[in-house]
């Protein structure tokens, strides 16, 4: 049992859940983008490569799964911008309302995404809140659903909280004794952020980062209906040939593609990550 | 002291600073001189770092004025006062080892890389730390976390230094190590500094002048020795160094009486209640005791005799007053012991004489000796 005793027998249950609920259905679902689609979604026998050939061959593929990548980097980006402030103030706040700030914060994770989402068709909608808003001040507002626009300030809506809690549980190492010393060796305040508050939040803005990457690269629901079909990407292409088309093996094909990207954006945050942590701690 | 003929570095003018209905401080007015070292010394909560804080532009005054070699520096924020604040938890960036925690301050400067480097060198040549310019501060221990700390605050150049209990969280011995070093360096650098401690032996040792604080408010400035030896009042006589305290009184006549032994004292002179101190040490123990002016002289019993290694403390019950004796050891010294009548002597100027406070006011321990 080595010098950690009975400690392994812990993650067991684990390992078996994971086991059974991951790695057999992924395993399943590799070995089902081998065989053969067929009309209404029955399922041929035969191995073949027809799938995976025609996949890496129709350039539509690899537009989606770039468009999907550069979608899913902007929601992380504006998430992090719009958290960012948000979350270092929760953090700065009284400890009498840190906590009530926190949960205010997360909690729009209380309401389904798919309520969320309707709520902001009729936020954006033409006749909705944002467009009379705006024309109420003399813009002539811009399309707002439908389109990506609406993706975008729909899902950095719904993906924000996951930002928020991350930014602060990075923000521990933070300590505002750093920010005097660094003012009175006279840094502005701008300097006191990149030089000392930036670096040392860096490893909640990794993690945040993450998160919200890997959630947007799968959510499907809000593309979908702010998008009005029109957007199309990775997650909302398997739905439609899941659910719609009942293209099985393509269906299959493309999710372990998204599965791919996971693994892309997990090595990419690793090294950044690690660089970080060498850097900072 | 010479530093007092210096002209003013440093002017607190009625500086006060309020929290809600809390006053922190208290129109404190203060002049340090170029050069000088002053203790800021008081127990904890009296407003010690609340007056640094403000001196460095950490927090805004709510009223007065604080002028640094003429100018008015109340409004500055904290990067264009130009002060070396050395924080008590160190507060080194955790993220940069020690050159660059060092260099920090001179980026800020804008001094040019080879320069910056050459002063940084010398920074960590004089607090003797040049072998760990590589070193996260988490790799350090804490003193050389305090030394690096003391640099950084130091290689900046400051015009004034500001040093918020730096000792507080070294052990003893390490302690006054420190504190013996950061006097020499601050001497040698011929730099204003502010020290803030709680410990009065600290702020006894090393300080040109200290001012004693309590509650907000500045009770008595002086150097160590006018402190210790002529204590303004009850409070500053008791919270630097060990004093004996009882209650006499004062004839109308000017006799002083402690109990029914007529005493000559210094101080207050009023007539009615007033509080008698006497620091323990200063009291002998003797069989002839010097006749005449300047000399106090009892005749008390032995309650209580405690030996402290080099100290030997005894307890003397006299009239309604307890006093407490503090004498150094020496091999062969026959010494009396509980139930012995013994005779006691002291100065009369180690005789403190202070109105008695009213009841409440002054929260003292009950009876006997402060505690040091
Ligand atoms: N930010 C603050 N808000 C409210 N009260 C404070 C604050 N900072 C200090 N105080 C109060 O001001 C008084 C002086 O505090 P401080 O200057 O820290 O004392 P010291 O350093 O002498 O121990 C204390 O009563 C403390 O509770
Ligand atoms: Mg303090």
């Keep these: 049992m080595g010098r950690f005793g009975l400690l392994p027998l812990l993650v067991l249950p684990a390992v078996a859940v994971n086991l059974l609920t991951f790695l057999w259905p992924m395993l399943n679902l590799a070995g089902l983008s081998f065989r053969e689609g067929m009309p209404g979604g029955g399922i041929g026998t035969d191995f073949t490569m027809a799938t995976w050939r025609d996949l890496l061959a129709d350039e539509f593929y690899l537009e989606i799964l770039l468009r999907s990548v550069g979608v899913s980097l902007t929601i992380t980006g504006f998430a992090l911008l719009a958290g960012y402030p948000l979350a270092f103030f929760v953090h700065r706040s009284d400890a009498r309302w840190r906590n009530l700030l926190v949960v205010a914060c997360i909690s729009p994770l209380l309401i389904s995404a798919v309520v969320r989402t309707y709520g902001w068709l009729v936020i954006l909608g033409d006749r909705g809140f944002a467009p009379s808003l705006l024309r109420g001040i003399g813009i002539d507002p811009p399309r707002l659903v439908f389109n990506m626009t609406g993706v975008i300030i729909g899902l950095v809506e719904i993906l924000m909280p996951y930002m928020i809690l991350s930014l602060l549980a990075g923000f ?98 690793g090294r950044i990550a690690r660089a970080a942590e060498r850097a900072i701690a | 002291m010479a530093a007092e003929a210096a002209p003013p570095h440093l002017e607190l003018h009625g500086l006060e600073k309020r929290f809600g209905a809390t006053r922190a401080v208290q129109a404190l007015s203060l002049s340090v001189g170029k050069g000088e070292l002053i203790g800021l010394l008081g127990p904890s909560g009296c407003g010690k770092t609340t007056t640094l ?22 409004a500055l924020p904290p990067h264009r006062r130009d002060m070396g604040i050395v924080f008590q938890n160190y507060a080194l960036f955790p993220h940069m080892d020690v050159a660059q925690n060092l260099s920090f301050g001179l980026e800020m400067r804008k001094i040019p890389a080879d320069e910056r480097q050459q002063r940084v060198q010398r920074a960590l040549a004089m607090v003797r730390l040049e072998a760990f310019a590589a070193r996260k501060p988490r790799e350090l221990s804490g003193g050389q976390q305090q030394r ?20 507080s969280n070294l052990d003893a011995n390490l302690r006054e190590e420190m504190r013996n070093e950061i006097r020499d360096i601050q001497q040698r650098l011929g730099i204003t500094a502010v020290f803030v401690t709680h410990d009065q032996a600290e702020a006894l040792a090393i300080c040109d002048r200290i001012a004693v604080m309590r509650a907000g408010v500045l009770e008595q400035l002086g150097t160590p020795f006018e402190i210790y030896e002529r204590p303004a009042n009850e409070f500053v006589a008791g919270f630097v160094g060990r004093v004996n305290r009882a209650a006499g009184h004062r004839g109308a006549d000017g006799r002083l009486l402690l109990g029914d032994v007529v005493l000559q004292g210094t101080g207050h002179a009023g007539a009615g209640p007033v509080t008698i101190m006497i620091r323990p040490h200063r009291i002998r123990l003797t069989d002839t005791p010097p006749e005449g002016i300047g000399w106090n002289s009892a005749t008390g019993t032995v309650t209580r005799r405690t030996f402290v290694g080099d100290l030997l403390s005894i307890e003397v019950a006299l009239g309604p007053a307890s006093l407490l004796v503090e004498q150094h050891t020496f091999a062969g010294a026959v010494v009396a012991g509980p139930g012995d009548a013994v005779r006691l002597a002291w100065r009369a100027e180690d005789t403190l004489v202070f109105p008695a406070s009213p009841a409440g006011v002054f929260p003292a321990p009950p009876a006997g000796v402060f505690p040091a």
């Design chain 1, 172 to 269: 521990g190492k933070l300590n505002q004794t750093l920010e005097e010393a660094a003012a009175s060796l006279g840094a502005p305040p701008l300097t006191v952020f990149w030089r000392i508050v930036l670096p040392l939040t860096l490893p909640g803005i990794l993690l945040g980062c993450l998160l919200t990457f890997v959630l947007t690269i799968s959510s499907f629901i809000t593309p979908k209906l702010l998008g009005g079909g029109r957007v199309l990407l990775l997650a909302t292409e398997i739905y439609d040939n899941a659910i719609v088309t009942l293209n099985w093996p393509l269906a299959a094909a493309l999710s372990l593609i998204a599965l791919g990207v996971f693994g892309a954006a997990m090595v990419v945050y």
């Design chain 2, 53 to 74: 804080r403000m001196i460095g532009g950490l927090m805004p005054a709510t009223d007065g004025r604080i002028i640094v070699a003429g100018r008015d520096v109340t």
């Design chain 2, 148 to 167: 690096v700390a003391l640099a950084r605050a130091l290689v900046i150049e400051p015009s004034i230094l500001l040093l918020d209990e730096p000792l």
